[in-house]
């Protein structure tokens, strides 16, 4: 019963240097989405996808890239690391995106930029 | 600027005291929200708030969805250190799109045994 699991737990990087969070979910869900969290500024959006083949940008899109080639994988990317960036990232599924649909978090990426 | 505002930012209580924390908005959502997140875990929903005036219990916990669909308030009886965490209200970005979902900065919970 893994629900959505997310890869790796921990990552530091140094400035310009890139990579790509995992994620991935075993429930069949057609909405998947990435949220970031800083402090004092709750969950942020960053991109959201509400099928395979079907990506849109959030409220804080720059710097990020994402593509859904599954239903069950969202990977996130950083094409060339900031400070800025330092954060802890969720990844988010539900079964349609709709009101009655609730998002099930990964327990999160922290992710450190020096 | 947030379109979801929360109210206290933090709160630290003795067990069995009551509290409320307030989620607002100067938009009208359709939906509300609210989801509790403990350290190191993503949050997990509590309760979906769509009617205005509408009032949820789940168990200690009670939701309201204020008449004009901009607030919503949660109301913890008797709190206990099991209730500790982040609380977050969240609502579609858009009145009726669904797909983007907006979180509040959260208020902090501490109870103290």
């Known amino acids: 019963n893994a629900g959505v699991t997310q890869t790796p737990k921990f990552q530091v990087l140094k400035t310009g240097q890139s990579m790509t969070l995992q994620c991935a979910q075993d429930m069949n869900h057609e909405y998947m989405s990435w949220y970031r969290q800083d402090p004092g500024m709750g969950l942020r959006l960053i991109h959201y996808s509400v099928g395979a083949g079907i990506t849109d940008q959030g409220e804080v899109p720059n710097g990020y890239n994402v593509s859904r080639s599954t239903t069950e994988d969202f990977p996130l990317r950083l094409l060339s690391a900031a400070p800025s960036q330092t954060s802890v990232y969720f990844c988010?599924?539900?079964?349609?995106?709709?009101?009655?649909?609730?998002?099930?978090f990964g327990n999160g990426t922290r992710l450190t930029v020096t | 600027t947030q379109l979801l505002e929360q109210s206290p930012q933090f709160l630290s209580i003795q067990e069995g005291e009551n509290l409320t924390v307030y989620c607002n908005s100067s938009s009208v959502f359709s939906s509300l929200q609210w989801y509790r997140q403990e350290p190191g875990e993503g949050p997990v929903l509590l309760v979906t708030?769509?009617?205005?005036?509408e009032v949820k219990k789940l168990k200690r916990l009670t939701f309201q969805f204020g008449d004009a669909r901009k607030d919503s308030s949660l109301h913890i009886t008797a709190a206990q250190p099991g209730d500790t965490g982040l609380y977050l209200c969240?609502?579609?970005?858009?009145?009726?799109?669904?797909?983007?979902?907006?979180f509040g900065p959260g208020t902090s919970l501490s109870v103290i045994p």
């Open positions: 708030v769509v009617t205005g005036g």
């Open positions: 969240a609502g579609p970005y858009m009145k009726t799109s669904y797909d983007k979902v907006i």
């Open positions: 988010a599924s539900s079964l349609t995106g709709g009101a009655d649909s609730p998002l099930h």
